[in-house]
């Protein structure tokens, strides 16, 4: 059985003559804060939405399937998908279906973040114990589901097959995102390919299709290509922020242990760009630093390369690509907003 990851377990990132990197300092200043965002497309209905949607008789299943949206969740996805719907919108207002889309967006992640725990056995998420932790692995299980059937029941009131079919790969590339993570035993290339690969499949997978979904269901539908790009490169840039960060924050700003990742065996963006700088580090990964300190040794190569720096240029790369996506929109403060969200994203430490 995989051991309980905690706090204590690995040391933090130093900073090395190699390494120098701030990341508060990385990158500018946003003009709007995420809370003005927020209170831009008024997240409240989302939040109040969510509530009555996974309300239930029975107050086991009710608190375990809420437990997680009362954990201090951003809510990042659906503030992205409304900024979006008015981007796409004449009159600037997201319609019911848009707000819905917004609302399944979030039920959809949290349901997957309420399985990956199960699976990573994880004790800490959003700075509260996990669902699997708090109850056990059944109550989780049963859970995620609830979730996911509520979120699947909303996406039918919709009404648009079209809608349906966008946001059902988002369901798909989950469960193959998670499957293609066991994979090992690769190249350099083909596991920098298959990373961002599975990044996509993971996280930016629900950004993109989301965001394809309520311009499809705007007054600008031709846009749905521009919007599902948006999506798809900010997603990737989220998790390779996400994965840096791992790295370099603290436990209490994360929400959840750092150096998570390492101790579950997962090389992300940090590590394989250190493995070039020491090649030596590929047999570690692709065993999955299963041996006795290995954990310990990959994360001084990190330590010792400019791993996190490119990790933070990739990510920032990726969000030129998303604002580019913008170019056939109309000027708003939305796509202001939108802009706005890639800098939120590369300046984050939570």
Known sequence: MRRAIHSSTLP????????????SEAVPHTQRTFRELQELVDIRDVHQDIAQSLYSDNMNLNNAAYHLF??????????????????????HHASHNQTQIAVISEMIHVASLMHDDIIDEACQRRNAATVNNKWNDKVAVLGGDYVIAKATEKLAKIGCTETITILSRVIRDLIRGEILQLKNSMTHEELFDHYINKTFLKTASLLAHSCQAVTLLSDTPHLQHQAYEYGKNLGIAFQLVDDMLDFVSTDSSMGKPTGADLELGLATAPVLYAAQEHPELNALINRRFKQPG?????????????????????????????????????????????????????????
């Open 12 to 23: 933090r990132y130093q900073h090395t003559q190699h390494n120098v990197y701030n990341i």
């Open 70 to 91: 009362q954990g201090g969740g951003k809510f990042f996805r659906p503030t992205t998908v409304l900024l979006m719907a008015c981007a796409c919108n004449t009159s």
């Open 294 to 350: 290995d954990s310990l040794r990959a994360l001084e190569f990190v330590n010792d390369s400019a791993g996190i720096e490119k990790t933070r240029e990739l990510a920032q790369r990726y969000c030129d690509k998303a604002v580019e996506s913008l170019d056939e929109f109309s000027g708003s403060q939305w796509k202001e907003g939108l802009v706005g969200v890639t800098d939120v994203v590369l300046s984050r430490d939570s």
